[in-house]
């Protein structure tokens, strides 16, 4: 089974986990003005502890009865949590000047405690963001693009070597390493790995489950790191579990790097690539303080978690595809050559940006590989909130899965198909479709990378397709790339390819 067909079940769609958390108080039933119930989920009734557990232990998927089986826009999930599927609801809740903060628990991962992505006060939210955001700017990506295009040409002579490659690992590497050197300058060299298979990043790969943990038992991921940091220790962790102590080594591998970082900066330097820069002294003007060290070291750690496997799980998507397709990729190849005259020549991202058919191809990929594939949870402000004519009281869960709205039939016909040319259409359709189509999230909290993520991606993907003539390995099949969603899309296999040289 394909990406594609990997999705359906029946005539429902197999949405990604939805955590049924502890909803010990039964809100009442909510009616609109009408006096109608609101439609509930058949699984709702055991929207408790119990299910929290089994769907935890089961690391398995909630059929939700969407598109086509469940015809409203809403339906209760659980005694406080509701399931939207309607894109002005979705754009109340997630814009510029949102009322909505994001849901605690389901952010809490202990890991990232103190970064951005555990802040849920907009002020709060605000003065973290303005001090991130220039260095992730269009102007600030394109400065750094020389960076970019060295870590694309190691990954490219790796490839040159003519063996067998993984290059769902592969692309991982790549963008570890981009984004590494370009927030705190100190490169992982994942890229130099062999077989690109650093320890570390087998453990995050590992360990990526217990996001999904995360999410459905926070208390629980909560009590082993303390346990594994506090009372066992990295040395004694590798004996117990090995990729608890590499993921460990890993995250104080970016404590340390951003630290030192700091140091320097203290020290005077500023010629450092950092994006670090503004949080390592406060902001008099709005308030802001200087960032703590905890506070430091949360955020090295988010850009790199947030930064690497979404990028890299694009690029597996858009290679996969292409392969598959190769009177799609033959096209793509003919735009490029006007570009990029020789298989290794180099390009810059302003150039691609004007190719349409290049570009046609990205967003399908995003649209196909659900960066975040679970739904975004945010909560009904203090005020509640009337959302698609019922009054939701405060503190009840909102869920949007950018799945169900990337998988919209009637937006995006026969939408389970890796097709291109959809984003060529009449401009009326493409504006359609551009309204349904939020990879990177919207609002106060898009994401943060989005500028970065589509440089990396385009430069990426028109160089190696230019460059090289690939195949699938011979024991690669379609169901290697199924996927489950925990929390980002985890494929059941690897891409592996060979890469040939082309000659023209
Ligand atoms: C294809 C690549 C990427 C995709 C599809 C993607 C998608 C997303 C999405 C959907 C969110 C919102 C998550 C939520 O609200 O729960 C997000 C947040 C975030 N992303 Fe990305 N991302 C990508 C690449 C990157 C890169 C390269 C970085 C590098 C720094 C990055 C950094 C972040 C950060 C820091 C946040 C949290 C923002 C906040 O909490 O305010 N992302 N991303």
Redesign the pocket.
């Known amino acids: 089974m394909s990406i594609q067909s990997c999705s359906e079940v029946g005539d429902k769609v197999n949405v990604d986990l939805i955590p049924f958390h502890c909803g010990l108080v039964e809100h009442p039933t909510v009616k609109n003005a009408d006096g109608v119930s609101m439609p509930d989920h058949p699984r709702k009734t055991i929207g408790s502890w119990v299910s929290t557990i089994f769907e935890a232990v089961a690391d398995g998927k909630v059929q939700l009865p969407l598109q086509g089986t469940w015809a409203g826009p809403i339906i209760r999930v659980s005694s406080n949590e509701v399931h939207i599927n309607d894109i002005d609801t979705y754009n109340q809740i997630f814009k510029v000047a949102t009322k909505f903060p ?1 849901t605690a628990f389901y ?1 809490s991962s202990p890991s990232t405690k103190h ?3 555990d ?1 849920r006060d907009f002020h709060a ?1 605000h003065l973290r ?1 303005s001090a ?1 955001q220039p260095y ?1 700017s269009k102007q600030s990506v394109r400065k750094l693009e020389g960076l970019i295009q060295t870590k694309i040409n190691m990954f490219l002579i790796r490839l040159s070597e003519g063996n067998v490659v993984n290059l769902s690992r592969g692309f991982r590497c790549l ?1 570890c390493d981009v ?1 590494t050197t370009y ?1 705190y300058e100190k490169c992982f060299e994942a890229l130099s790995h062999p077989t690109f298979s650093p320890d570390w990043l087998i453990a995050l790969e590992d360990l990526i489950s217990t996001a999904q943990l995360t999410v459905s038992l926070p208390g629980l991921v909560i009590a082993m790191q303390w346990i594994f940091q506090n009372l066992i220790g990295r040395e004694n962790a590798k004996n117990i579990s090995p990729n608890v102590a590499n993921a460990m080594e890993f995250e104080e591998h970016c404590r340390a790097a951003v630290l030192k970082q700091q140091e320097r900066w203290n020290a005077g330097e500023r010629d450092l690539v950092t ?1 670090f820069g503004q949080l390592f002294c406060g902001n008099e003007k709005n308030g802001r303080k200087a960032a703590t060290q905890d506070e430091l070291a949360g ?1 090295a750690l ?2 790199v978690a ?3 496997d ?2 890299g ?2 690029l597996t998507v858009a290679t996969y595809n292409l392969v598959k397709y190769p009177e799609i990729q033959r096209e793509l190849l003919k735009e490029l050559m006007t570009v990029m005259p020789h298989p290794t020549s180099e390009v810059k991202e302003e150039v691609l940006d004007r190719l349409p058919f290049l570009q046609a191809c990205l967003k399908e990929s ?1 649209r196909f ?4 594939s679970n739904p ?2 945010r909560d009904v402000p203090q005020t509640g909130a009337d959302i698609l004519g019922y009054n939701l009281p405060p503190g009840t869960i909102t869920m949007n899965s ?1 799945y169900v709205y990337h998988t919209n039939p009637t937006i995006f016909p026969d939408p389970l198909r890796w097709n291109p040319e959809r984003w060529l259409g009449p401009d009326e359709k493409v504006k359609e479709m551009e309204n349904y189509f ?4 919207r609002g ?7 500028n ?2 589509k440089a ?2 385009l430069l990426t993907l028109a160089r190696l397709i230019r460059r090289f003539e690939i195949t699938y390995s011979k024991d690669f099949t379609d169901s290697h790339m199924e996927w489950v969603s925990m929390f980002v899309p985890v494929t059941k296999g690897m891409l592996t390819v060979t890469a040939k040289e082309r000659i023209v």
């Open positions: 994001k952010y970064s951005l992505l802040l939210v963001r991130l992730f963008t984004i927030s994006i955020d988010l850009t947030a930064g690497m979404t990028t799980h694009t995003l590989s659900h960066g975040v975004l949870a950018h939020m990879p990177f999230s106060a909290r898009i994401c943060i990378g989005l970065l993520a990396e991606l």
